[in-house]
């Protein structure tokens, strides 16, 4: 196989033109139609010549991209001017949040914004609630109803600081809201008794109830319940405080690898039973058949654990990749990662300065560049040299996820953890590996009610407790 993304530079080529064209439109303002009527014009020139089709292509995701500015919900100032920086009133939608030293904070969506008095309200698409609060971050989604203040996020000139508003257009928000507890109600929303938005989240807490009831409250079981229903524990605690200090935070997220993880061991169980099954009736393709049969149960995996965004990336990167395969009899993980981010970033082009986004698409981008070019043996191994091929795997993808997204970490959140390299090569592969396939064990235990599986669930549970 030659190396990963090779040929693919043309294709990058037309998003950078396309990414240019978004912020020449919101550079120009209102002015952005005069930005797409030049790219246009190009266009129409170099079409005519006939010479330069790919400088014809160039031109028009450069028009592609001012129309996009163009059509960006952006809040009208002078609307939103008469509520900055004073006590009004906020009625939104918290999806999710991200807890904080002081409190925590999320992307409110369906925001209203409104005088105490009601006299006058402003809608938002979205805005930047921050709680200050002592106690624990409550249940999400929830509705939230709060008093406090609106203000426009700004950088404040810090050396060597991001500066926020890169951050602010990464989620879509253009104003903050900032708030009390004692002054914020939460109230949750009627779970719906049918369809898809009912149905995983009784399942998830149908799931945490049986994992309290056999892998207990220990810091491994807490672990393994934010890697099976993504319900992360308390800033405060102490094993979040370890995980921070030591730089392994982000193994309590649900992250593409974790997927990826998950998909492989319910391929590979997939294929074990279809060869019991047809060993002496003529076996199917088991690796066709056992990937097809593992994306809805992967699918099903990201949304019981609350769709994070960067599992909802793995997932569908592995969809484009078994339909490429079955569909097409093309085996490229490096054209289903290209195809995403290419998607990714046309539909919502501010992702570029996501750190979420960058860390996630740049971990799989090393690990698809270390892998996918490398040559596969001819002859059969044992057992042995399986497990330990497995285990270098590991060893070598936990190192190049790490080691490659270090710039990007280091960049955003200001800081070079050195000591954290060591604790990641050692601990990434046990911790993530062995955390996976307990929660592999525990989602289809809870979500089944298999009291079978508690034992195991338990077991894992001890073990990372001692690992951590």
């Known amino acids: 196989m030659d190396y990963p993304f090779k040929g693919h530079g043309p294709l990058f080529l037309l998003l950078v033109a396309f990414l240019l064209g978004v912020f020449l439109g919101l550079a120009a303002g209102t002015a952005w139609v005069a930005v797409g009527a030049a790219a246009l014009v190009l266009a129409l020139l170099f079409a005519a010549v006939g010479r330069h089709p790919f400088a014809t292509a160039l031109s028009v995701m450069v028009l592609c991209g001012a129309l996009t500015a163009g059509r960006l919900p952006l809040a009208d100032p002078d609307q939103v001017r008469p509520f900055l920086d004073k006590e009004v009133v906020l009625r939104a939608v918290v999806d999710e949040a991200k807890p904080g030293d002081a409190g925590w904070s999320g992307a409110a969506r369906d925001a209203l914004v409104s005088f105490p008095d009601g006299s006058r309200s402003v809608r938002l698409s979205k805005v930047l609630l921050s709680v200050r609060s002592p106690d624990a971050v409550p249940s999400f989604p929830s509705e939230v109803r709060a008093a406090g203040r609106l203000y426009a996020i700004r950088n404040r000139g810090n050396p060597g600081e991001l500066p926020r508003e890169w951050s602010a257009m990464a989620m879509g928000v253009q104003y903050a809201f900032s708030t009390e507890g004692s002054k914020a109600v939460f109230l949750r929303p009627e779970e719906g008794g049918e369809g898809l938005r009912g149905f995983f989240p009784r399942i998830r807490e149908k799931t945490g109830r049986w994992m309290d009831r056999h892998a207990g409250r220990s810091d491994g079981a807490l672990y393994l319940r934010a890697l099976t229903t993504g319900e992360v524990p308390p800033y405060p605690h102490p094993m979040v405080a370890l995980l921070r200090k030591t730089g392994l935070a982000h193994l309590l997220a649900i992250s593409g690898v974790n997927v990826a993880i998950f998909f492989a061991i319910h391929s590979f169980l997939v294929r074990s039973a279809l060869w019991i099954l047809r060993r002496r009736h003529g076996t199917p393709d088991l690796n066709r058949c056992s990937t097809l049969l593992s994306v809805p149960v992967c699918w099903g995996y990201v949304f019981m654990a609350g769709a994070p965004v960067p599992a909802v990336r793995s997932a569908g990167m592995i969809t484009v990749a078994v339909v490429l395969w079955n569909g097409l009899g093309v085996r490229r993980a490096d054209l289903a990662w290209s195809f995403l981010f290419i998607a990714t970033l046309v539909a919502s082009p501010f992702q570029v300065f996501s750190p979420s986004f960058l860390l996630s698409y740049g971990a799989s981008f090393f690990l698809i560049a270390a892998f996918a070019g490398m040559p596969r043996e001819g002859r059969r191994p044992t057992p042995f040299q399986r497990v330990a091929g497995w285990a270098k795997d590991a060893i070598i993808a936990s190192a190049v996820a790490f080691l490659g997204t270090l ?53 894992v549970a001890k073990g990372l407790t001692i690992a951590l």
């Open 407 to 459: 710039p990007v970490s280091a960049a955003f959140f200001g800081s070079f953890p050195a000591g954290a390299i060591l604790w990641n090569l050692i601990f990434g592969p046990v911790l993530g590996t062995a955390g996976v396939m307990g929660a592999f064990t525990a989602a289809v235990g809870g979500a089944f009610g298999i009291d079978a599986l508690g034992a195991p669930v338990g077991l």
